[in-house]
């Protein structure tokens, strides 16, 4: 597959092709980028496609789409364009080129997803819908320093009775069974959508089905009539520093109480095998967050360093 477009040349992304997108890739999104981490697997992935542009045989750009929602959906994650060539209008064109390649290839496709930090440009709303928008809290600490305290605070509070009712680790049955109920779509989730990590995917069998073959806890306060749900992604390694690993947690519910919970129930579990210093980004409704800040400077002396601006979920039709 190939095509050309103002001196481009566009191709599928290779093995051999990672060095140079690593290069165009230095100290984007303040060095917590995830592709270094997930190249690879992309690359093996059948429901994605990861697509490079290329000027006089260096790699310039890459854009990546994942059919989701039974092939409906594409979701565009990855954009990059190398810091010499931005500003020419290349993200534009490998965006055109990626959306007619996916459309050829999977003709049931009808919409367009990208989930984008917040304080966008209203331009951007004139070519796509909003669908929904959560705020991001990020902290920053090292596993091991954290880990007691975490302990010791669920101790405090299970102590206390009636601030702790134990979060409910979900089984792959439970999960369906809980994201895919009727009131939990239209009353919990944000937009009636399922983030996780980043990527929106529709509360359908078959996404559900994708996530549940991928290392992920899944979290709700009650089986039978849920109101705070959460999902933690397993850790991975960032540019930034040396050893630092990313971790995502995402909740959904604007009961602060319940969401506190399943944060630090999720917290204390992946810091079972977290070790050193890691970001943790943790998605959440906006009127939760500044209750969810103050709880993490009070009781562990971590302050967002609001790195991430918020969470949008914006659609087009292809
Ligand atoms: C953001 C980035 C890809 C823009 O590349 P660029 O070639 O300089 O962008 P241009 O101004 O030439 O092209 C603008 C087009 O890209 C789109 N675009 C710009 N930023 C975008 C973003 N963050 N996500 C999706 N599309 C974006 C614009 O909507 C516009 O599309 P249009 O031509 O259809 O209107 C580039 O600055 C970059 O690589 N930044 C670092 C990585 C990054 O922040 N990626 C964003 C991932 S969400």
Same mark, same amino acid.
């Given at each position: 597959m190939e095509g050309a477009s103002h001196e481009l040349e566009f191709c599928l992304a290779q093995v051999d092709d990672f060095e140079q997108v690593m290069s165009i890739s230095v100290n984007i999104y303040n060095g917590l980028d995830y592709l270094p981490d997930r190249y690879h697997r992309w690359l093996k992935d059948p429901l994605r496609r990861v697509i490079l542009a290329k000027k006089e045989g260096k790699v310039v750009a890459l854009l990546s789409a994942r059919i989701v929602d039974n092939s409906r959906t594409a979701i565009m994650e990855g954009l990059r364009v190398a810091p010499s060539e931005r500003g020419k209008g290349i993200a534009g064109i490998i965006q055109q080129y990626v959306f007619a390649l996916v459309k050829s290839?999977?003709?049931?496709? %009808?919409?367009? &997803?990208?989930? &984008?930090?917040?304080?966008?440009n209203p331009d951007v709303f004139t070519k796509f819908r909003l669908i929904c928008s959560q705020e991001v809290l990020d902290?920053?600490?090292?596993?091991? %320093?954290?880990?007691?305290?975490?302990?010791?605070?669920?101790?405090?509070?299970?102590?206390?009775?009636? %601030?702790?009712?134990e979060p409910i680790q979900l089984a792959a049955g439970d999960v369906? &069974?809980?994201?895919?109920?009727?009131?939990?779509?239209?009353?919990?989730?944000?937009g009636g959508i399922i983030i996780q990590d980043w990527i929106p995917y529709k509360p359908l069998e078959g996404n559900l089905e994708v996530l549940l073959k991928q290392n992920l806890t899944w979290m709700a306060d009650s089986v039978v009539d849920p109101t705070v749900l959460s999902i933690c992604s397993s850790p991975y390694k960032v540019p930034a520093g040396a050893n630092n690993l990313c971790l995502n947690i995402d909740i959904f519910g604007k009961d602060f109480p319940r969401a506190r919970n399943q944060f630090l129930s999720q917290l204390h579990k992946a810091l079972s095998f977290l070790q050193g210093p890691t970001y943790c980004f943790i998605h959440l409704n906006k009127t939760i967050w500044s209750a969810m800040h103050s709880f993490c400077q009070t009781v562990f002396g971590l302050t967002s360093q609001k790195i991430i601006k918020g969470q949008c979920v914006l659609e087009a039709k292809l």
């Amino acid at each position: 597959m190939e095509g050309a477009s103002h001196e481009l040349e566009f191709c599928l992304a290779q093995v051999d092709d990672f060095e140079q997108v690593m290069s165009i890739s230095v100290n984007i999104y303040n060095g917590l980028d995830y592709l270094p981490d997930r190249y690879h697997r992309w690359l093996k992935d059948p429901l994605r496609r990861v697509i490079l542009a290329k000027k006089e045989g260096k790699v310039v750009a890459l854009l990546s789409a994942r059919i989701v929602d039974n092939s409906r959906t594409a979701i565009m994650e990855g954009l990059r364009v190398a810091p010499s060539e931005r500003g020419k209008g290349i993200a534009g064109i490998i965006q055109q080129y990626v959306f007619a390649l996916v459309k050829s290839q999977f003709p049931s496709l %009808e919409v367009q &997803r990208y989930t &984008r930090q917040g304080g966008l440009n209203p331009d951007v709303f004139t070519k796509f819908r909003l669908i929904c928008s959560q705020e991001v809290l990020d902290l920053h600490f090292v596993a091991e %320093e954290l880990q007691p305290m975490v302990d010791a605070t669920i101790g405090h509070l299970k102590a206390s009775k009636h %601030e702790w009712e134990e979060p409910i680790q979900l089984a792959a049955g439970d999960v369906k &069974r809980v994201f895919l109920d009727r009131q939990v779509v239209e009353e919990v989730l944000p937009g009636g959508i399922i983030i996780q990590d980043w990527i929106p995917y529709k509360p359908l069998e078959g996404n559900l089905e994708v996530l549940l073959k991928q290392n992920l806890t899944w979290m709700a306060d009650s089986v039978v009539d849920p109101t705070v749900l959460s999902i933690c992604s397993s850790p991975y390694k960032v540019p930034a520093g040396a050893n630092n690993l990313c971790l995502n947690i995402d909740i959904f519910g604007k009961d602060f109480p319940r969401a506190r919970n399943q944060f630090l129930s999720q917290l204390h579990k992946a810091l079972s095998f977290l070790q050193g210093p890691t970001y943790c980004f943790i998605h959440l409704n906006k009127t939760i967050w500044s209750a969810m800040h103050s709880f993490c400077q009070t009781v562990f002396g971590l302050t967002s360093q609001k790195i991430i601006k918020g969470q949008c979920v914006l659609e087009a039709k292809l």
